[in-house]
């Protein structure tokens, strides 16, 4: 529709009044109709546009509160409308939230205000989302209480207020944010955990029980055999250590007072695992004069933490102090903790695929497609060693061949790319490497490259296996003008160390285990 002639805007309905020397007041609700003009009309009064303050009593007046709202477009900087955790401001949104501060590894901060029953998941779900971090699995809040060299892992679906309740005052007690691999692994490889040695019969269970049946039978029946074995414990108000051999039942832990003898009046009751929390200790040799440093300790989760009311247990190696620790969650959570694994199953995982390949790793077998008959499956092991060696060889030419095509430019895959990867920690000590896999869980598969400190421009590959860390000199090399790394002598070459980790994630090479874990950090 085209509109001929002159017109003129004309509101209706408009709550303005006008005098000669008056001010208007607040433009209320109006319309915009469209009037002809007649001729020669006066000209109108010039009048500047001034500002109208719209107050909140009157944007419902106007239509204003039906407007729809526009879409957040950074929905994880915000706090979902049913999350317990609340990211905002240092004001609290509501009276009844609690500000707390949780510290990444790089000894940076973030305060986070929670609802008094947000748990340790709810907290690390939030803190996944607003660290930016690459995927949602194996995160665990950790309890540190510095001083004593304490610390443990959180269960799932502890209440984060009641734990900060139990802190002493003006202590240097804080929460961690870090990967922990290790929290429900006992229900993935429980043999690794409860070696037969360590598990005794009861009087409600059968005899011979392996590792794995006693955590189903557990979770299915409630009853479970006696964990036993020698510990040192260290005597009250003395810094001597003393061989003890110890029990741990669902009723409580108990010690023997005549060897490893069992019957009643030999037994002396320790403490109740109801009410009961296990700590690892680190540095425990220099802190307390433990003679290994396999050492935790057990205290009331309901007192306060002083160094006189712990109960200091020191293990023969990691294996046992890990059977130990294990057992006290288990026995004392039970299918809860099992519920905490099935929920952190159920959870988005960004690498199933990677996951599911690991999981199937055992049941891979030797092919050989040679012959025109087919495939067939190599029986003999050493026929199989050598054709894993040939196929190693094939693999070395193909990417040579690849590599020298005049295609690829120097600058396309620059050979400080490792310097990016979250599995890469530059010049970090053996010490601190091995400090890393340990504090994130010993997990079969966990590892980290690291810069040699006795070797010039060469590296370290450190890996986990079968609750050890092991470490693997990557150097350099030449062949036909290029540089290659390489950890086997020259007999498989890598251009760069992310062709190195890519390959040995889905072949062993002359590791015990495929890499599996990354050992990562992550800044909050």
Request: proline residues 6%.
């Amino acid at each position: 529709m085209e509109v001929q002639g002159q017109w003129a805007e004309v509101f209706e309905g408009s709550d303005r009044q006008e005098d000669s020397g008056g001010e208007g007041e607040l433009l209320g609700s109006s319309t915009v109709t469209l009037a002809p003009l007649v001729a020669n009309p006066p000209p109108p009064p010039v009048r500047r546009s001034q500002p109208l303050v719209i107050h909140k009593s009157r944007m419902n007046s106007v239509g204003l509160s039906s407007v729809p709202s526009i879409p957040n477009p950074f929905p994880e900087l915000c706090s979902p409308s049913q999350s317990p955790v609340l990211i905002g401001s240092l004001s609290p949104p509501r009276s009844d939230t609690h500000l707390i501060k949780v510290f990444g590894e790089d000894s940076h901060s973030r305060s986070l205000w929670v609802i008094p029953r947000a748990t340790a998941r709810d907290v690390c779900h939030l803190l996944v989302q607003t660290a930016h971090c690459s995927d949602q699995e194996n995160w665990a809040l950790i309890e540190l209480h510095s001083a004593l060299g304490l610390e443990r892992v959180l269960e799932d679906h502890e209440v984060v207020v009641e734990v900060q309740a139990a802190w002493p005052s003006e202590s240097d007690t804080k929460l961690l944010f870090r990967k922990n691999y290790a929290k429900y692994e006992f229900f993935r490889t429980p043999v690794l955990f409860f070696p037969k040695h360590m598990i005794s019969d009861s009087a409600d269970v059968t005899k011979g029980m392996t590792s794995a049946e006693l955590i189903q039978n557990l979770l299915q029946s409630g009853t479970c055999p006696e964990i036993q074995g020698f510990l040192h414990v260290r005597e009250p108000s003395r810094k001597a250590w003393k061989k003890v051999y110890f029990f741990l039942r669902r009723s409580g832990l108990y010690c023997s007072t005549k060897g490893s003898s069992k019957e009643p009046r030999h037994l002396q009751y320790v403490a109740d695992l109801e009410d009961l929390n296990v700590y690892s200790i680190t540095n425990s040799r220099k802190l307390y004069g433990a003679p290994v440093d396999f050492t935790f300790c057990v205290k009331p989760s309901k007192d306060r933490i002083r160094a006189q009311d712990l109960k200091l247990l020191c293990a023969e190696n990691e294996q046992t102090r890990t059977c130990w620790t294990s057992a006290f969650r288990l026995f004392k959570y039970g299918r809860q903790l099992h519920c905490n694994y099935q929920l952190s199953q159920s959870a988005p995982r960004l690498q199933e695929v990677v996951s599911q390949r690991c999981e199937s790793e055992a049941s891979l077998v030797a092919m050989d497609f040679s012959g025109k008959a087919g495939g067939r499956v190599i029986q003999n092991a050493w026929e199989a060693q050598s054709a894993e060696r040939e196929e190693g060889q094939a693999w070395r030419r193909r990417e040579a061949l690849r590599c020298s095509l005049p295609n690829l430019t120097p600058g396309s895959r620059p050979s400080s790319i490792h310097r990016t990867q979250l599995w890469f920690h530059g010049g970090v000590s053996r010490k601190q490497a091995q400090r890393l896999i340990e504090e994130q869980g010993l997990v079969d598969g966990m590892f980290l490259i690291r810069e040699s400190q006795q070797h010039a421009q060469c590296f370290v590959l450190s890996l986990c296996y079968k609750l050890k860390t092991k470490h693997y000199l990557v150097i350099p090399c030449e062949e036909d003008g290029r540089k290659y790394y390489t950890m086997d002598d020259g007999l498989t070459l890598f251009i760069d160390l992310l062709q190195l980790v890519e390959f040995h994630q889905i072949n062993k090479g002359i590791l015990p285990v495929c890499l599996k874990h990354p050992c990562v950090c992550v800044a909050l």
